[in-house]
């Protein structure tokens, strides 16, 4: 059978092995370059496909014309893929006449995503194991063809689990892959209800928390030992590597040293003794010559660096904080120590208590009109965030030109300022950049940006964005602008607008059903709602955008991020009925009218001549996955159920209905 694999690691070479040595003709072999961070530890799969005489290829992207050409050209039946670390789109997958396949280590459907060998670690698993799965736009969610079960022990690191899952992987395609040969592989539809996700991980994820209980320090410990990037901790300045704890007697405060020959230190609950361990700088040893070498003794504290090894605070100007991302998002910065936010913008009714916070810097002004300010504070401030911008439909309709100065021209002073004084950009693009693109996925590099004919005027706020991107890139490339590119699709939950704005038209469309709840007016489905949109909550999505902001490492440079959630594709229709139903669930139900039921409208009638739409927007979340180690897991019901809830609750305290008799816990959405 003509057989395209697609590998990477230590798992994908034994896995490509075994799979010729079952006799499969592999026509081609597609691999990563090796990652010069992650060192060679790991066996090559391109040097064992030389070894074989197989051509081996490296895309940067395999759903590229040139490559997708390139594979019909093999005249391939089968797909296998281990390990290979990128979504396998539909136009690939479709060349495959005997189906695709992939190999996941873990046993499906539990451990979906990345990393399943050192979460099943960190989570203190005893079980785990390999599946051979149909491939399907959801990642590790087709019918399971084999599985084999891999027991972990005790004494298991990540490196040794990773050998014995790959043994087991091998054995399990030896079982699996003549049934496929023969036409007569089983098909077991995976049980959604015991599904999970599981996002990437990071180096920094390493960093102990003494707070934790003995057993979970260990077990991060193990993890992420050696070849992996290792758990650490700070004693005082200086970083401490630890490769190896076993579980130990005594108590104390956390990250307190009960012992420092051996070295003993207390958890949250228990106490771990280090076996091996690196101070920064120094040679990889035992924990207590280790402590020696620090000067550790007892009642010495582990923990987060001291004072002097903290950085310098990083200032973050924010123009636009009071909307629906500036207000999440500078909670979101202040809850990490080291930081400051400068921002201004017309109204301050989302900040909250955000006022107080004496990490906060607030000016109520406009961008426009107080120009001075904002040059003052780009040379103060070290990342600057422009957010100002009208985003609401029928303001492109309506006014068109105002949408071009503010979205445009007067951004582009703010972007100077950043070029001219050397400072960092995290700008905001919008998923609306892809316009009328008929791409699957919205690729953040490679899709084309589509807009419609000159007449349709709500294509100007996309395309002033999309001038902006490219200029932004540019100035990047010619200049040494430091910068980096967001694109929010469909956030939504609290503050995303207020119902005044809806009242006029100029909100979002969650926004704009809700207050026909309120009021008790038919909810208009805009031609049908039929459009289809990915939903994505703000509390994954301001996640993403902090790391955006962090730029741990420099992951972010350069960068251009779809922060979206491509599990979450709806209906604008579908969401009213979500809406529907999370209003008439909740508390403060009694307070409003009857429900007023659907209208179908025109756009045209709705917006105004000038408008068009588009059936889908689906992300591809590739950056963001592999650059940021994010993957957003809260559903569309989530948010929608907080969505709605706040805004119920601002109209009940706004009209004295009494909010508190409904409150609900306000747990964010996402924790468990």
Same mark, same amino acid.
């Given at each position: 059978m003509r057989t395209v694999v697609l590998a990477y690691h230590e798992i994908g070479a034994q896995a490509l092995e075994a799979t010729i040595r079952n006799g499969m003709e592999v026509v081609a072999v597609f691999t990563h370059r090796d990652d010069p961070k992650e060192g060679s530890w790991f066996a090559s799969v391109a040097r064992v496909a030389a070894e074989h005489g197989i051509p081996v290829f490296a895309p940067e992207k395999l759903d590229h014309p040139i490559w997708v050409e390139k594979i019909r050209e093999l005249k391939p039946e089968l797909l296998l893929s281990f390990h290979y670390r990128n979504m396998v789109g539909a136009?690939?997958?479709e060349l495959f006449p005997a189906g695709c396949l992939n190999?996941?280590?873990?046993?499906?459907?539990?451990?979906?995503?990345?990393?399943?060998?050192n979460w099943v670690l960190v989570k203190g698993e005893t079980e785990t194991g390999v599946t051979v799965h149909h491939m399907v736009d959801k990642a590790d969610a087709g019918d399971?063809?084999?599985?084999?079960r891999v027991e972990i022990k005790a004494d298991d690191d990540a490196w040794t689990l990773t050998k014995r899952v790959a043994a087991a992987s091998a054995e399990l395609l030896g079982e699996v892959l003549p049934k496929v040969k023969a036409g007569n592989a089983p098909r077991t539809p995976q049980d959604e209800s015991k599904a999970f996700t599981m996002g990437g991980r990071r180096p920094e994820d390493g960093q102990i928390d003494w707070t934790k209980p003995a057993d979970e320090v260990h077990n991060l410990v193990r993890a992420v030992a050696h070849p992996w990037p290792g758990a650490f901790t700070h004693a005082g300045a200086r970083k401490l590597m630890v490769w190896k704890t076993r579980g130990a007697q005594g108590s104390g405060r956390p990250g307190e040293i009960l012992s420092s020959d051996p070295l003993v230190v207390a958890c949250g609950t228990g106490a771990v003794e280090v076996l091996e361990a690196q101070p920064a700088d120094g040679v990889w040893s035992t924990g207590a010559q280790a402590a020696r070498e620090l000067n550790l003794l007892p009642r010495m504290k582990l923990g987060s660096p001291g004072a002097s090894a903290k950085k310098r605070t990083t200032k973050v100007l924010i123009l636009g904080v009071n909307g629906f991302i500036g207000s999440h998002l500078s909670e979101r910065i202040l809850r990490e120590e080291g930081y400051e936010v400068y921002g201004m913008d017309l109204h301050k009714d989302n900040l909250g208590a955000l006022l107080d916070n004496p990490g906060f810097h607030f000016v109520e002004g406009d961008i426009s009109i107080n120009r001075e300010w904002v040059e003052f504070h780009v040379r103060k401030c070290d990342v600057i965030l422009p957010l100002v911008a009208i985003a609401t439909p029928i303001e492109y309709v309506r006014n068109p030109l105002r949408v071009f100065e503010l979205d445009?021209?007067?951004?582009?002073?703010v972007v100077r300022d950043c070029v001219r004084y050397g400072k960092r950009l995290v700008f905001p693009s919008t998923s609306e950049v892809y316009g009328m693109c008929t791409d699957e996925r919205f690729d953040e590099d490679t899709s084309p940006c589509v807009t419609g004919p000159i007449n349709r005027q709500r294509w100007i706020y996309s395309?002033?964005?999309?001038?902006?991107?490219?200029?932004?890139?540019?100035?990047?490339a010619q200049r040494g602008l430091k910068f980096s590119l967001f694109r929010p699709f469909n956030w939504i939950g609290p503050r995303l607008d207020s119902l005044d704005s809806a009242r006029i038209g100029s909100s979002r469309a969650i926004t704009q059903l809700i207050l026909n709840l309120v009021e008790g007016t038919p909810i208009l489905l805009v031609d049908g709602g039929k459009q289809r949109r990915c939903f994505t909550d703000v509390d994954e999505g301001i996640e993403a955008l902090w790391r955006v902001? $962090?730029? &741990? #490492? /420099? $992951?972010? &440079? #350069? /960068?251009?991020?779809?922060?979206g959630n491509p599990e979450n594709e709806a209906s604008i229709q579908e969401l009213a009925e979500m809406v529907v139903a999370a209003f008439e669930r909740h508390p403060l139900r009694a307070h409003f009218p009857p429900f007023a039921g659907y209208q179908v409208i025109e756009s045209a009638r709705y917006y105004g001549k000038g408008y068009e739409d588009v059936q889908h927007r689906k992300p591809s979340i590739r950056n963001a996955q592999r650059q940021l180690g994010w993957t957003p897991t809260i559903t569309t019901?989530?948010?929608?159920?907080?969505?709605?809830?706040?805004?119920?609750?601002?109209?009940?305290?706004?009209?004295?209905?009494?909010?508190?008799?409904?409150?609900?816990?306000?747990t964010p959405a996402g924790t468990p």
């Open positions: 136009k690939v997958r190999l996941h280590s873990a046993m499906l459907p539990r451990y979906r995503g990345r990393c399943p060998i399971v063809v084999g599985q084999k445009f021209e007067e951004n582009l002073r395309t002033s964005k999309q001038l902006m991107d490219r200029v932004i890139w540019a100035y990047g902001v $962090a730029n &741990e #490492g /420099g $992951a972010a &440079e #350069g /960068g251009i991020f779809n922060i019901r989530e948010s929608v159920e907080r969505t709605v809830d706040w805004f119920l609750q601002q109209h009940a305290r706004d009209h004295g209905l009494s909010p508190a008799a409904g409150q609900r816990a306000r």
